[in-house]
């Protein structure tokens, strides 16, 4: 049996390799394949831990990420459908097949497997934001019950890519050490809820301002947010959020490098959603999804879709949005 989910995400087509031959070829080495056009959106990192949670698992679980090119024109979902038959074609192995295709499409198929692949990862590609298949993935493993990656077990087949990975990181630092000489300046690593693309460049300096901005905002909507600690529901979460701000805080104090950056936009988004919950609590309604701050105002709280935004000189890309910042966009308000 058969049960197939195609989500899609995008309608722009984009370019790249994805053979379905080569897919299933680096399913010899690895339950993961990244094309290397997509490694940027699962990185090298991210997908050894993936691997290493479906390593070995019953049924079998087989991810790739290819570009979304190789759905070329016209109907994507039956071209997505007609892919990852290919990949279950040449595999001739039951099991569940996950495939993201870029920014486009998620697709999954169960074969020979009594599982509701559809449900799971529709109900998945609801709660990440569609920059975020690393957390989409690992939330689908998450309903399906398998177990997180343990850090004593399941790495030696991981050996010969972890060291191809080193000699690629030493080749990469020295040359990023060599253009810091030159110029401290590069891409804007941090930003409280998106990734940006080339066209936006600041110094480091610069980065750090804009995260000590959004820690400080942080701690400000925390002293104002209507909670309490010692709230029978509400303590575990607000005491999350305050710990998170604290964490961020510690970090922005000092000369933090992009790394550190990237983590403290991460304490703060999660710091956000906890207080959300807790929120969400008092209020008697549904805990909100796990998603990025509004990318317009991270004061706005937490966004509940994506839009397609050019800022001015730059190139489109998606950002996460509010609800009334949807509106806004949408003619829905002014």
Avoid at 245 to 262: F, N, T
Wanted: glycine fraction near 8%; proline fraction near 6%.
């Amino acid at each position: 049996m058969r049960l197939l989910a195609g989500v899609l995400l995008l309608a722009s087509t984009l370019t790249g390799s994805g053979d379905p031959a080569a897919v299933v070829d680096g399913w010899k080495t690895s339950p993961v394949y990244v094309d290397p056009t997509q490694r940027s959106l699962v990185p090298d990192k991210d997908a050894a831990e993936l691997a290493e949670r479906v390593n070995g698992h019953d049924p079998a679980i087989h991810i790739a990420v290819v570009p979304a090119a190789v759905l070329k024109a016209g109907d994507q979902s039956a071209a997505a459908r007609a892919y990852v038959d290919q990949l279950v074609d040449r595999q001739q192995a039951d099991g569940i097949y996950l495939v993201v295709f870029g920014g486009a499409i998620s697709w999954g198929s169960a074969v020979g497997v009594d599982t509701p692949i559809a449900e799971i990862l529709t109900d998945e590609l609801g709660k990440h934001s569609r920059s975020d298949p690393v957390g989409t993935l690992n939330g689908v493993l998450d309903q399906l019950d398998v177990p997180k990656a343990s850090s004593g077990s399941g790495w030696l087949w991981a050996v010969p890519v972890v060291l191809v990975m080193l000699l690629a990181a030493l080749l990469l630092a020295r040359s990023i050490r060599s253009l810091a000489r030159k110029k401290n300046s590069g891409p804007a690593l941090y930003r409280p809820s998106y990734e940006v693309l080339p066209d936006e460049v600041d110094t480091v300096d610069e980065r750090r301002a804009t995260a000590r901005e959004d820690v400080t905002r942080f701690g400000e909507e925390l002293d104002a947010a209507d909670v309490r600690l010692d709230g029978v529901d509400t303590a575990a979460d607000v005491q999350a959020a305050m710990d998170a701000y604290a964490d961020a805080g510690r970090v922005v104090d000092g000369e933090p490098d992009d790394d550190k950056l990237r983590a403290v936009r991460a304490a703060v988004e999660y710091g956000r959603w906890r207080l959300a919950c807790a929120q969400a609590k008092i209020a008697g309604t549904p805990a909100p999804a796990r998603r990025a701050a509004c990318f317009f105002d991270p004061g706005h709280g937490m966004s509940v879709t994506d839009w397609m935004y050019t800022p001015p000189g730059g190139r489109p890309r998606e950002v996460p949005v509010c609800s009334a910042c949807r509106d806004r966009l949408s003619g829905g308000s002014r």
